[in-house]
Nanobody
Framework: QVRLVESGGGSEKAGGSLQLSCEAS????????MAWFRQAPGKELEGVAW???????TYADSMQGRFTVSRDNAQNTLYLQMESLKPEDTAMYYC????????????????????WGRGTQVTVSS
């Protein structure tokens, strides 16, 4: 069964850090491009970053500098290191995977990614 399972979310104070993990099963993550998205209450799904099979990352402009996406293909795992957290980072964070690279201008749309996890909640308090 093809699955993505996120973990590492929780509650953190502003200025703190969290590392999210996304473990793939049922397929080899190394053969897929992978991404992080988030959705805050009452807001639309927002692309955070994606990383191609070779490990090259692309970030949403607003995420550049505080977030770092990485992958460990041997562990079939995707990571998101989040620093200097802000209350506006509060959201459900999802990982996603795609066999083919997304269009550069449309990487942050849901339909570009075919496999999705169920999410992990991140709550940042001021």
């Amino acid at each position: 069964q093809v699955r993505l399972v996120e973990s590492g979310g929780g509650s953190e104070k502003a200025g703190g850090s969290l590392q999210l993990s996304c473990e793939a099963s049922g397929f080899s993550a190394g053969d897929y491009h992978m991404a992080w998205f988030r959705q805050a209450p009452g807001k639309e799904l927002e692309g955070v970053a994606w990383i191609d099979m070779s490990g090259t990352p692309t970030y949403a402009d607003s995420m550049q500098g505080r977030f770092t996406v990485s992958r460990d293909n041997a562990q079939n795992t995707l990571y998101l290191q989040m620093e200097s957290l802000k209350p506006e980072d509060t959201a459900m964070y999802y990982c996603a995977a795609a066999k083919y690279p997304p269009p550069r201008s449309l990487w942050d749309v849901r339909r570009a990614w075919s496999i999705w996890g169920r999410g992990t909640q991140v709550t940042v308090s001021s």
